[in-house]
Structures are given as C-alpha cells and as structure tokens.
C-alpha cells in the first residue's frame, strides 16, 4: 500500500541535542500528524496540523505542513531519555476520506544518557 | 474514561484458520477504524465503520472483514489465515476530530 517517505530511518543521538524529521509525499494531504510509538503500544499523537505553511508547537516539539502540502517535518529540541521511540508522520485527506491515515515507515529514535 | 481498548492482546493461530479481534471506542466517538502494523513498518488502513456500515477500504483482500454494533465498537476478521498476516492490528476512533489508537493485538500466524 501507499507510504510517505520518512527520514531519516533511524538516529542515534546525545541527550541534549536537537533532532529533526522529515516526511514527503507525491500527493497531497489536508491534515499532516505526528505519532510516537512506544514499544507494545499504539501511537500516541503528538502534535496535528491543519493549514499549509501552519507552524505548531507542543513543547519542545516543534512541527511545520510544508506549504506545498505534500510535506512536513518535526523537530525536538533539547532530547532526553524518555524522547526514545518510533515516530510516524501521517497525512490524511479530509472529505470521504476522514480517518484513513496513510503512515511513513517511521523513525526510530535513540538518545543516549 | 476508558481510552480505545482492544481484545485479545496477543494470540497464535495456523496458517488456514480464522481470527476476530475486537475494538471498543473511546467513550462517544462514532467512527472505528483498522489498521494493520507489520514489523518495522508503519501502519496500513484496512478499513472504517460508521453508523455499522464499511465507510472507506484499503488494499486488503475481501479474507479481511469487519463489523460495527450499535454501541460503535467493532470487530475485525480474518479468514484463511497466512504467514503474512502476522503483524500488530490497530484499531482507531474518532469523532470528528483527533484519531486516537488503541494498544494493539499482536496476531502471530504459524
């Protein structure tokens, strides 16, 4: 089936240090969303955003719909321990369509102590 | 408030046989989906029930069907099992508004 593409696939990190993620698409989306997944769960959403070009905090994460709408990205500043997991964007149309989320691969974050 | 539970969390079936997994929405919310995880992917729609009828279809074979009660939970099935189908199964509901994800069934078909 459809996936966005999500980047990178893995990261390896020091506590303390910022992070940034990308997510792109050949088709368009009205509602980009970022997840984390925590091992033997389901995903948690973090932050949704709406309107493209829409710049949206929660924290310290910090999440942009790219203006073509057919992006995203997500950026955590200042990582810690508890930061660890897998995090997926998805995007979803609006319409028919509400609720079908179409996921990227996911990146699997790691930060050391 | 109970957020999306699902049932069982884990089960091991044969190739060949057949598997409900079951889904009740958080308090109010209308609307259950589907979703299937393989390992080290992200989740794929399967489908979405409103008001008990199939609203929407991924890319899954007619062997995946479902259903919704009058109360909005679900049930997802599974026939003629095969290998592939061992993944995490995620059921999703929402109202309108923000889709929030139950834990999962681990399904591991032997």
């Known amino acids: 089936g459809q996936q966005l593409n999500q980047s990178p696939q893995s990261m390896f990190i020091q506590e303390g240090e910022d992070v940034s993620m990308n997510c792109t698409s050949s088709?368009?989306?009205?509602?980009w969303l970022w997840y984390k997944q925590d091992p033997g769960e389901g995903p948690v959403l973090l932050i949704a955003l709406y309107k493209a070009g829409e710049l949206t905090s929660n924290g310290r994460l910090t999440a942009q719909f790219g203006i073509t709408r057919k992006d995203s990205f997500l950026n955590i500043s200042a990582s810690i321990p508890s930061d660890v997991g897998i995090y997926f964007c998805?995007?979803?149309?609006?319409?028919?369509?509400?609720?079908?989320?179409?996921f990227g691969q996911g990146t699997i974050l790691t930060v050391h102590p | 408030d109970a957020g999306v539970t699902q049932s069982p969390t884990h089960l091991i079936k044969t190739r060949g046989q057949q598997v409900t997994l079951r889904c009740s929405p958080k308090?109010?919310?209308?609307?259950v989906s589907w979703y299937q995880q393989a390992l080290g992917q992200g989740p794929q729609f399967i489908f979405q029930?409103?008001?008990?009828?199939?609203?929407q279809r991924g890319n899954f074979p007619d062997r995946f069907s479902g259903h919704q009660f009058p109360n909005y939970s679900s049930e997802l099935n599974v026939n003629a099992l095969l290998l592939g189908d061992s993944a995490l199964y995620l059921c999703a509901s929402s109202l309108a508004g923000t889709i929030y994800f139950g834990e999962g069934s681990w399904l591991t078909v032997v």
């Open positions: 029930y409103y008001e008990e009828e199939e609203r």
């Open positions: 998805a995007g979803q149309l609006s319409g028919t369509s509400y609720g079908k989320l179409t």
């Open positions: 088709s368009i989306f009205n509602t």
């Open positions: 308090s109010g919310h209308d609307t």
